[in-house]
Each structure stands twice: as structure tokens, then as C-alpha cells.
């Protein structure tokens, strides 16, 4: 029996957990939430970029004031808090919005989509990103294996930048070390993350031949003192 993302992450009573990087973010926000929520907890889950409109099917509500989210949280049933809609896109309130939202709800756990990286499997943040609030208490850096083995320019959002940080060319393939490169450096995957956060990375899209580059990646990360937690997640981008 596959044990809970809620548990392989440690998380606590009350979290903003926030979820940056590439290669399945929304998976992980949706998944969670739904654990959160399927064990009795109230959850807001959010965005301070944007979203598909098409992978948002919870509850919403179309406001990110305190008060107005108060009234539509339940327990059990995870709540989209979304604004303005582009079209094909919905977004979130800003980051003080967010940090509003977990101080002055009710809430349990506040989940928020924090960077964006157009389906791509890795990247490396523009100068502007990720857009993670305050108080976040936990940071999920997402980094999918499939990159491995592969040339940047065809994995990469923002191939410039990783292969900058990696000290490579966009058209050099990716090793697992290279990845680690990129997910550890400050201006890669540790980038803006608040002191008081603990860190764990996702590795996802793990298949059964991917098991053992997804287990060194992972042994990489937990050598580095600001990782907590790595874990291998065998599902699919949402």
C-alpha cells in the first residue's frame, strides 16, 4: 500500500505549503489537498500565477477577502480561491493575499501553486519567480525524471537558465547530477524561499525504469543540509 503524500511529506496541524519548480506541481497541489481534505482537515488551495481553467473542478470562490473564503470553507472538500480569469487561465490572489488567507481563515492548510513552468519537466526561475508567500511553512520544489537522459532545450522551461546554473549548453543532455545542480542551486530550486520554510522535493513521474535515477537524485538532495525530504512520485502531471 503506497503511504500518503501527507505523510511522506511530515506535514503538521496548520501549513502554507508551497509548490514550486516544474514537471507536476498541480499534481502534487490537487493530490495533497485531496488527502488533506479526505482526512477532515479544511484546505484552500490557490495560485499566485496562473492555472488551467480546465484542471480547477473544486469548489471556488471568487475572492480572496478573509471574511467571503470563511464562509465557503468546509471541512472534507477542498476550496479553490481564484480572481480574475484570463481566458483558458485562472489566478490567485498575490502572495500577501495568500499569507492573509492562512492567518485570518479557519483554515487548516493553505496550498499554493507558486510558480509556473508550461508543462515542461525542469526549470530554473526568471528573475521575477517563484512568487512563494511569506509564511510559507513548507516549500515543495517539483523536478519530473523524465529529464534525465534528455537534451535542455526539449525539457527545460527556461533552458537558458538551466543550463547556465548546470554549466552546460541547451543542447547538452541531462544527468542526474546536472539536475541536483539545478534543483540546489540558490537561484534554481532554492530560490526565494523563505528561512523559516522546511524544503522537500517531489521527484515525479517515476516509472518502474526510472526507480533507480529517481533514487540517486533523491540521495543528491538529502546530502544537502537545506533539504528535508525527497520523495518518488510515480504519477503523471495533472
Excluded: W, Y
Excluded at 514537471?23 to 484546505?43: I, M, N, P, Y
Excluded at 471574511?67 to 472538500?77: D, I, Q, T
Excluded at 500577501?96 to 493553505?110: K, N, S, W
Excluded at 552546460?168 to 534554481?188: C, K, M, Q, Y
Aim: charged share 20%.
Amino acid at each position: 500500500m503506497t503511504t500518503p503524500l501527507r505523510e511522506q511529506l511530515g506535514t503538521g496541524e496548520h501549513e502554507l505549503i508551497s509548490i514550486v519548480g516544474a514537471g507536476g506541481k498541480s499534481t502534487v497541489l490537487f493530490s495533497l489537498g485531496h488527502e488533506l481534505a479526505e482526512a477532515g482537515c479544511r484546505v484552500i488551495l490557490t495560485t499566485t500565477t496562473k492555472m488551467a481553467r480546465d484542471q480547477v473542478t473544486e469548489p471556488t470562490c471568487s475572492s480572496a477577502d478573509p471574511v467571503a473564503v470563511e464562509r465557503c470553507l468546509v471541512a472534507g472538500s477542498p476550496l479553490f480561491v481564484s480572481l480574475d480569469a484570463v481566458p483558458g487561465k485562472v489566478t490567485g490572489p498575490g502572495p500577501e493575499g495568500v499569507d492573509r488567507l492562512f492567518a485570518e481563515t479557519t483554515t487548516d492548510h493553505v496550498l499554493v501553486e507558486a510558480d509556473g513552468a508550461r508543462s515542461m519537466s525542469v526549470k530554473a526561475p526568471a528573475e521575477h519567480e517563484p512568487v512563494i508567500p511569506d509564511t510559507s511553512t513548507l516549500v515543495i520544489i517539483v523536478a519530473a525524471i523524465d529529464a534525465v537522459g534528455r537534451r535542455i532545450r526539449e525539457v527545460a522551461h527556461r533552458p537558458e537558465r538551466v543550463a547556465a546554473l548546470a554549466g552546460l549548453d541547451e543542447g547538452d543532455v541531462l544527468t542526474v547530477r546536472n539536475i541536483a545542480s539545478v534543483l540546489l542551486h540558490p537561484d534554481g530550486g532554492l530560490k526565494a524561499i523563505p528561512e523559516s520554510a522546511r524544503v522537500a522535493v517531489v521527484i515525479t513521474r517515476v516509472t518502474a525504469d526510472a526507480e533507480q535515477p529517481a533514487a540517486e537524485l533523491a540521495g543528491l538532495l538529502l546530502a544537502h543540509p537545506s533539504i528535508d525530504r525527497a520523495i518518488a512520485l510515480a504519477v503523471e502531471s495533472r
